[in-house]
């Protein structure tokens, strides 16, 4: 690529801006979202997601598109003329699941009809979304060459780069995170791979084609979720023998080959869908693929299970069930991030409220009305004041690091319990999954 690299990364979420602002070391990037007080917010310095810390977003950032002063920094816009003069365009929007837990491409499609009202001769556009092999090529650009009126691999080019981003985590950044790359052809192959290379300290891996990055990429987390979909299913059979899962485990983990998975709730945008992505594309091809699918109604039961419990362990200690009174100590999909996409713990809450509890759910990293937006779940950032401030029973869900010096024994009625979604609070706990 001769001409000067202009980048325009369109969706500024959990995977978007890190990686716009990574670009923005050394390149020009306009980041561009339909969403205007996401791009406001974020030009005031602040990221809500707290993917990027303020000084750092605000040392990136430039008041003035950089493509017209053709300097570095990070502009971010709502303004589809702002991103015209691009001619690297990465794709990094969302791929949820329906209701029906199908692959909904909606995202993905629309921002393909913005890349090609924009899109001109020679130009590149990269798609980031995790997919199932084959969405780039036969879903993805379709979309772009019939909104532009430009041939695929003639006047413009493709990528694959999937993101490896993991909300919350500060040590595994995006720039210390190995990056697969691809192109739709060699020659793109190596252009892509030679500008992920310029920002990525931890190196590139240049896949030889756009699907083999695809495949690459949801299988990574189809992996995670059959893992842990077999130890979720030892912590069944264990409880019913009365054997403390994380002991065994714990006992297992000496030998040097033993994978540490830990029995949970599994949700999120990456591990909770992807699997459903890869499962229909096999679908597709007449396979109906079984131990992918099973992993997924097991851990897809898990929240069910969870309130199975703690209603077992209160009806043990002789409370009783009606009206009884619950907190629930956490929302988010992991540990010490707001992130809430696709929350399993939203299935614990509705599966005690079923049995005829009062739930109240507590969670200091979201903001209490966009979990009532998201879920019709009230949930308080302050630990809520009740008379005495006794409940029934705890349910540690998420393993925040505020909830670690967290006086619970204080706010238990004399029967109240505690259970131990994450197996973190040890001898403080009644039982733990």
Known sequence: MNKEVKIAVIGLGYVGLPLARLFATKYPVVGFDINRSRVNELMTGYDQTLEVEDEILQTALVKKNPFNGHHNGLYCSFELNDI???????????????RNNRPDLTPLIRASETVGKVIGKGDIVIYESTVYPGATEEDCIPVVERTSGLVFNEDFFGGYSPERIN???????VEKIKKVTSGSTPEIGKIVD????????????????????????????????INIAFVNELAKIFNRMDIDTHDVLEAASTKWNFLPFKPGLVGGHCIGVDPY???????????????????????????????????KCMIQK????KGANILVLGITFKENCPDMRNTKVVDVVRSL???????????????PVEVAQEYNIRSE????????????????AVSHNDFLNLEINSLLSEKGIVYDV????????????
Do not use: C, F
């Not at 409220?353 to 903001?367: A, C, F, K, S």
């Not at 950032?381 to 540690?396: C, H, Q, T």
């Not at 994450?422 to 999954?433: F, V």
């Open 422 to 433: 994450k197996g973190i609070l040890k001898e403080k706990a009644d039982s733990r999954l």
């Open 277 to 311: 992505y890869l499962a229909q594309k096999a679908q597709e091809y007449g396979y109906h693929p079984e131990i992918i699918l099973a992993g997924r109604r097991m851990n897809d039961t898990m929240g069910e299970y969870v309130a199975s419990q703690v209603v």
């Open 167 to 173: 909300p919350g985590d500060k040590e595994h950044t």
């Open 381 to 396: 950032k302050e630990l809520p004041a009740r008379a005495n401030n006794k409940y029934d029973a705890i349910v540690l």
């Open 194 to 225: 030679d500008l992920y290379r310029s920002v990525i300290t931890a190196g590139t891996h240049l896949a030889p084609t756009i699907k083999v990055a695809e495949a690459a990429k949801v299988i990574e987390n189809s992996q995670r979720d």
């Open 318 to 321: 002789g409370i009783s069930i």
């Open 84 to 98: 015209k003069d691009a001619n690297i365009y990465i794709v990094t929007v969302p791929t949820p699941v329906d």
């Open 353 to 367: 409220e079923g049995y005829g509890t009062e739930v109240t759910v507590h969670d200091p990293w979201v903001n």
